[in-house]
DNA sequence: CACCCGATTATCT
DNA sequence: GATAATCGGGTGT
């Protein structure tokens, strides 16, 4: 996907991004999946991203240049892959990819992909893959894929969040029917 | 099916 | 010292 893609508002890149690709090359092989299920995240208007209070050295790649990943580790045990992704004027923004289907070098069940944490564990992906430009080549590419059709896109809360004024926003994408959706 | 809890640690207050 | 954008296993209904 071309940097323009991702310099757009958070929920428009969120949505566009249901059906594309994600590509991880390992020194073991090709990994990929395709995305059914997303969550877009804003900055300091929004108490549930992890930008709402400005930039720390775990979610500095947020306030940084779109297209790029946003790794973290949560829980003492899991990582989750973002995307970032803003307009112009917002500071911060990104895209938690929550769900896929196997391609790839991943397996060919769908279950192991659904969710943040176990997504980024089959695609390989640990904090060392924060901070990462997904548009110029690299280990870590998403590409344009199979576009969402005869299935309709769902909106709904995102989920596990503690609370807060956007609590309640209809911020989690995901293709309808699909396997590889978390909570269904 | 709904709820509850433990695992395990980076990050922030 | 508390918390967390989670998960899986357990209990009870």
Avoid: K
Wanted: aromatic share 6%.
């Amino acid at each position: 996907m071309p940097r323009a893609f991702y310099a757009r508002p958070t929920l428009a890149v969120a949505r566009d991004l249901l059906g594309a690709i994600v590509v991880h090359e390992t020194a073991e092989g090709v990994r990929a999946a395709r995305i059914v299920e997303v969550e877009a995240y804003r900055g300091a208007d929004d108490p549930s991203s992890h930008a709402y209070r400005g930039p720390t050295r775990r979610t500095a790649p947020m306030f940084g240049p779109v297209g790029h990943s946003y790794v973290y580790f949560t829980y003492g045990m899991h990582y989750c892959l973002n995307v970032v992704a803003r307009s112009r004027r917002a500071p911060a923004g990104a895209v938690l990819i929550r769900g896929a289907e196997p391609l790839v070098g991943v397996g060919d069940r769908a279950r192991l992909l659904a969710g943040p944490a176990r997504l980024a564990r089959a695609l390989g992906l640990s904090t060392a893959h924060t901070a990462l430009d997904l548009v110029r080549g690299g280990p870590l590419t998403i590409r344009r894929g199979t576009p969402v059709q005869g299935r309709r896109v769902r909106r709904g809360t995102r989920i596990g969040l503690s609370g807060g004024a956007t609590a309640d926003a209809p911020w989690r994408l995901w293709i309808e029917g699909s396997e590889g959706v978390s909570r269904r």
